[in-house]
């Protein structure tokens, strides 16, 4: 009788850790390897082959990333008898990424002689390409079945390391994707052959022009450089923005005891003369007369499902983590199982999304419990808008976490997951916006003003809340206003906002 033996690979050594501890319920143990990165965890149990079930030995590993990358051949590497026209066809091949970490060794190593091979890398086609450059390394080592037709090599698919979902996705496994991995094939390649020939290129271009750059490379990279032009485009139109000066009529009237600024509804007087007659003409009325009042209540809906670029764009914004640091925070608590996969284009939460285990979550916490608890209270009604790209559900708090559990910085980006999950499920914020229309002899001013009505989902997600412009005033048509001021405000046309530079959005 021989026990089967199963060999899984994860992505990082963290995960690995967290998948062992998951499936053998704590009760695996832990060696060294070969490689120096990678640990290997074992344990005995129950393996699914989609066939049967029956008794076997685990042995639960991981890769640190891309196992191959590719390269050109050795002869491409000299700059002085390549021309860079010739890279877009020259020969390729791939090479170990981290050729001290002997992974490929590594691999063959703990592969040989073993029945099944379980693949958890992350569910995205990066993961997907490296699941086959695991199996390149494994396919010829493991034991040959007896039924050459059996499928021996599996895929699992998971979004959230949590104790739920890694038992579904051991159950219910499937094959890799060769497509998804091509596709990651095609795009290295376009990358290398690109930002090579486009680096060689203008390096050389560059320094024949230019003193000072001596050995120095120009690189080029098909996203970063494109967006340097953007940076640079915007620069030039700040260097290059003359600002047009124009005049703006205001007027102050008096209204229950408060000074009250209105706007005349003439856009822009460019011409100061016409500005300064407009005023004598207007200061000539005693009163202004309100011509009409009109109210309507208007709503603000809650933000759709959490996307990683939503994520990293907020992070960036709101708080002041940068893109790479914020992805790299929202990695780590995903692997220790407090949210869900970071890496999503998907802003619409599926029909059977269980929203109930999250917030169960959330109202052990005491920064969401009041929230959480509301929702649990009432039906749950699910968010329109949004779409659903099929790859990941939204990023979603997955397991509660304290303060003092997390860093700072894990903290805060935890928090605001937690909070942006929270707003989705919340009411609309409503608020009363009133516009009113006065007359200042043959003049026609303006006003308006914002009163908040509902909070909504500004309750648990603040940033957003609708703030009342002044405070509460009570105007009546034909009501016949005092007239203290009225001036002729200088503005720059176009200046809003146009000496800022871009920043991540």
């Known amino acids: 009788w021989h026990m089967a033996s199963v060999l899984m690979v994860a992505e990082k050594p963290s995960l690995a850790k967290s998948l062992a501890e998951i499936l053998s319920y704590k009760q695996c143990w832990r060696r060294k390897s070969m490689c120096s990165a990678c640990d290997v965890y074992e344990f005995d149990g129950s393996f699914h082959d ?34 860079p026209g010739d890279l877009f066809s020259a020969e390729t091949r791939k090479n170990e990424a981290i050729p001290d970490l002997r992974i490929c060794n590594f691999l063959r190593s703990e592969g040989a002689g073993m029945d099944y091979l379980v693949l958890w890398l992350d569910c995205d086609k990066e993961g997907e390409n490296i699941c086959f450059e695991v199996i390149e390394e494994v396919k010829d080592v493991m034991r040959v079945h007896r039924n050459p037709n059996s499928q021996v090599i599996f895929r699992a698919r998971f979004s959230s390391i949590t104790e739920k979902a890694i038992f579904q996705a051991f159950n219910n496994l499937t094959e890799p994707n060769w497509n998804e991995a091509r596709s990651v094939d095609a795009r290295q390649e376009l990358d290398l052959r690109i930002g090579c020939a486009f680096t060689r290129f203008q390096t050389t271009s560059f320094q024949s022009k230019y003193t000072g750059l001596n050995d120095s490379v120009i690189s080029y990279g098909p996203c970063q450089t494109p967006t340097l032009g953007f940076c640079v485009h915007r620069h030039d139109e700040i260097q290059q923005f003359k600002p047009e000066k124009y005049w703006r009529l205001e007027a102050k009237v008096k209204l229950g005891g408060a000074m009250v600024t209105i706007e005349s509804q003439r856009e822009h007087i460019f011409d100061s003369e016409v500005g300064m007659l407009l005023v004598k003409t207007t200061r000539d009325c005693k009163q202004a007369v309100v011509e009409s009042v009109l109210e309507k209540i208007k709503t603000k809906s809650p933000p759709q499902a959490l996307h990683t670029v939503e994520l990293l764009r907020s992070a960036s914004s709101r708080l002041h983590i940068g893109p790479k640091q914020a992805m790299d925070v929202a990695e780590r608590l995903y692997i220790e199982g407090y949210i869900s996969y970071p890496r999503t284009e998907t802003t619409r939460y599926a029909v059977d999304f269980d929203f109930r285990s999250p917030l169960s979550e959330l109202s052990r916490n005491p920064e969401f419990d009041d929230y959480a608890r509301f929702l649990l209270r009432t039906p749950i009604k699910l968010p329109s808008g949004g779409t659903d790209i099929g790859d990941h559900p939204p990023i979603t708090p997955m397991k509660n976490a304290s303060r003092d559990q997390l860093s700072d910085t894990e903290w805060r980006v935890y928090e605001f997951i937690a909070r942006h999950f929270l707003a989705t499920l919340y009411p609309d914020c409503k608020y009363k916006v009133m516009e009113v229309q006065l007359s200042l002899g043959r003049e026609s001013f303006q006003w308006s003003g914002i009163t908040p009505v509902s909070p909504g989902f500004t309750e648990v997600y603040p940033w957003q809340a609708v703030h009342g412009t002044e405070a509460q005033i009570s105007w009546m048509e034909g009501q016949q206003l005092d007239i203290v001021e009225v001036c002729a405000k200088v503005v720059y046309l176009g200046m809003q906002g146009v000496d800022h530079f871009l920043w991540y959005s």
């Open 50 to 83: 989609r066939r049967n079930t029956f008794p076997a030995h685990f042995k639960m590993t991981s890769v640190c990333g891309h196992v191959k990358s590719l390269d050109f051949l050795p002869k491409y590497n000299k700059w002085d008898t390549t021309d």
